[in-house]
């Protein structure tokens, strides 16, 4: 079955950097579309970051030149180098994956399999 793991979450002081890392397994990984998703307490779900089979990206203007999704098709692994982390950057982060995407975006009804995610924390 797919699975994803999630690692690399903590706590950081603000202007911090962290890199997150999702494992996969059980489908092509090579080929699909991987993102990286948040939900802070109260707020709705929102996409971060997002990478396509050929390694096209596409990053929310919240966090556009602080944080690089990259993959590695080797290791079956999604990154995400996020830099100069802000408290509002505080929420759980969740890989997941679209294994038949056409088109690269971040809206989650386009994924099909989840993370359980990892805990960002970002004080002042």
């Known amino acids: 079955q797919v699975l994803l793991v999630e690692s690399g979450g903590g706590s950081v002081q603000a202007g911090g950097s962290l890199k997150l890392s999702c494992v996969a397994s059980?489908?092509?990984?090579?080929?699909?579309?991987m993102g990286w998703f948040r939900q802070a307490p109260g707020k709705e779900r929102e996409g971060v970051a997002g990478i396509g089979s050929a390694y096209s990206t596409r990053i929310a203007d919240a966090v556009k030149g602080r944080f690089t999704i990259s993959r590695d098709n080797a290791k079956n692994t999604l990154y995400l180098q996020m830099n100069s982390l802000k408290p509002e950057d505080t929420a759980m982060y969740s890989c997941?994956?679209?294994?038949?995407?056409?088109?690269?975006?971040?809206?989650?009804?386009?994924?099909?399999?989840w993370g359980q995610g990892t805990q960002v924390t970002v004080s002042p």
């Open positions: 997941a994956a679209s294994p038949y995407c056409r088109r690269l975006d971040l809206d989650a009804m386009s994924y099909n399999y």
């Open positions: 059980g489908y092509t990984y090579s080929s699909s579309c």
